[in-house]
């Protein structure tokens, strides 16, 4: 499995983007799709998850402002980002998790909020 990520850049706070990590390979094998996120001197931190059923996960610092989703048809999983704050400065990783439990990694795209 590959996945690219696409989609961070410079935003001002209270602003948004969108991520996009798109998957290719074995893509029948993916069960789960996520991203993670990792600050400057802070350990990667998952920030959601979506199942191919549709089953959503958030951390707590982000429900309410962030929306994960998937289309299975084009193997790309999306990440909404609004009103982000400058605490959301990171590089964001997409995840793939296998029905073998094996995880995949996306280069990770960086998310600068910032006035």
């Known amino acids: 499995v590959q996945l690219q990520a696409s989609g961070g850049g410079l935003v001002q706070p209270g602003g948004s983007l969108r991520l996009s990590c798109a998957a290719s390979g074995s893509i029948s094998s993916i069960n789960d799709m996520g991203w993670y996120r990792q600050a400057p001197g802070k350990q990667r931190e998952l920030v959601a998850y979506?199942?191919?059923?549709?089953?959503?996960n958030y951390a707590s610092s982000v429900k309410g402002r962030f929306t994960i989703s998937r289309d299975n048809a084009k193997n790309t999983c999306y990440l909404q980002l609004n009103n982000l704050e400058p605490e959301d400065t990171a590089v964001y990783y997409c995840n793939a998790l296998t029905w073998s439990a094996k995880n995949y990694w996306g280069r990770g795209t960086l998310v600068t909020v910032s006035s």
């Open positions: 979506i199942a191919k059923t549709g089953y959503t």
